[in-house]
Structure formats: structure tokens, C-alpha cells
């Protein structure tokens, strides 16, 4: 019963190929997250949906683009993944109230 | 801006306690979060505390909260093998509207057996 399901949990790619990674939510938050996460290191918000309000974190590189189509869906777009860009990408929803957020399982990414 | 630490490992032995420590500077927290996260997966979310607490328990999951330090710990009580994962603590303030997570950086718990 995934609430948050991130597709592929693993995707491989081509150094510059643009990718792009998706999520769902079943949970009909009005928030939605991308962190990204390095090995061994804390998860970082890359930028978040409130509604169709993008909010984009003051260091996310400009390769980073986000669309939120409608409250299920959220993607991540890369448009030329570096080597750098290899890391485990999180999404994560919320509800108004910050009772805590959802995360979904990850899509681990290798650039090559 | 926020920051938020952690030691990054703990060793304990099956069946004790095990306490994780976090500090953190942002005095306008609101919640307080505990994260926990197995290898390859992505987080879960343990215990949460609102910044007028000092306490809560939650089955064998204790959470300290020191406001006046900064101060968060979570006690495991008899720590389990399947215990072993790395403990996130994070908070969010009250900036409305925009409230978003700051993650420690993670204590890797490991168990000796």
C-alpha cells in the first residue's frame, strides 16, 4: 500500500542525456518534495511544490527542473546529468499541517 | 540558515540502549523529527516531537527535547538487530507556507551482537 511510489527505484544514464524521474502520491498532499542525497550524506531539498506554486532552493543548479502536471504526479528533469548528479533522489509529500512527510523509497541514480 | 548535527556513528550491543543525540540552531522550530533509513531505501518516519514538549514515548522509542540547548536525543530501549540503519534528525520552523525539512547529518547505528 505505497503511498509515495518513486519509478525506477534504480535508473542508469548517459553523462549529458537528460532523465527524468518520477513520483506518485496516493495521499492527496498539497506538497511535494525533491531532496537529493549523496552517499553518506543528509538528504537535500532540491526545490518543492506547494499546489502548482515551484519553489526552487537558492543553490539548486539550473540542470535541475521540476513539473508538477497535477497534486498525483511530480517529476524531475535533469537536462545534462553529470557525473556529480550520481546520488539517490528522494520525494516526499506533506499535508498543510507539518505533522511529519512521507517519503517515497528513492530512484537511485548512476551516471556513466 | 539552519543547522543541524549529529554524531555519525554508535556501536551498541544487542539488547541495551542506545541513545542518539542531535543539536540544532534554529530557535523558530516547530517539530522535531526522527528518520530512520536502511541501506538503499528511503525514509521512514519514526517519531515526531512539537517544540513546546520535552517529551515523548512512543512504545520502545523515547524523544528528549531540550529547547533551551538546542538539545534532541532519541533513546532506543533493548536495541534489536533489526535496530541497525542510519537515524536522520531533522527539523522545520515556522516560516508558514513554506515549511520544508533541515536533515542532520545521520548517526550510522550498528549492533554488535
Known amino acids: 500500500d505505497a503511498m509515495v511510489i518513486q519509478n525506477p527505484r534504480y535508473q542508469v544514464t548517459q553523462f549529458g542525456k537528460p532523465v527524468t524521474l518520477s513520483c506518485s502520491q496516493t495521499l492527496n498532499h498539497n506538497v511535494m518534495y525533491w531532496y537529493q542525497q549523496k552517499s553518506s550524506q543528509a538528504p537535500k531539498l532540491l526545490f518543492h511544490?506547494?499546489?502548482?506554486?515551484?519553489?526552487n532552493e537558492a543553490d539548486t543548479p539550473d540542470n535541475f527542473q521540476s513539473r508538477r502536471p497535477n497534486t498525483s504526479f511530480c517529476f524531475l528533469d535533469i537536462r545534462s546529468p553529470g557525473l556529480g548528479d550520481a546520488a539517490m533522489y528522494l520525494c516526499?509529500?506533506?499535508?498543510?499541517?507539518?505533522?511529519?512527510?512521507?517519503f517515497g523509497s528513492g530512484t537511485r541514480l548512476t551516471v556513466v | 540558515g539552519e543547522d543541524v548535527e549529529q554524531s555519525l556513528f554508535l556501536s551498541v550491543r544487542e539488547g541495551d540502549s542506545s541513545v542518539i543525540n542531535c543539536t540544532y540552531t534554529d530557535s523558530s522550530s516547530t517539530y522535531l523529527y526522527w528518520y530512520k533509513q536502511e541501506p538503499g531505501a528511503g525514509l521512514q518516519l519514526l517519531t515526531y516531537?512539537?517544540?513546546?514538549?520535552d517529551m515523548k514515548q512512543d512504545q520502545r522509542l523515547t524523544v528528549l527535547l531540550n529547547k533551551k540547548d538546542k538539545h534532541l536525543s532519541l533513546r532506543i530501549a533493548d536495541t534489536q538487530t533489526g535496530d541497525s540503519a542510519i537515524y536522520f534528525c531533522a527539523e522545520v520552523g515556522s516560516n508558514f507556507g513554506n515549511e520544508k525539512l533541515t536533515f542532520g547529518t545521520g548517526t550510522r547505528l550498528t549492533i554488535i551482537p
Open positions: 516526499a509529500t506533506s499535508p498543510r499541517a507539518i505533522t511529519g512527510y512521507t
Open positions: 511544490y506547494y499546489d502548482k506554486d515551484f519553489n
Open positions: 516531537i512539537f517544540s513546546n514538549m
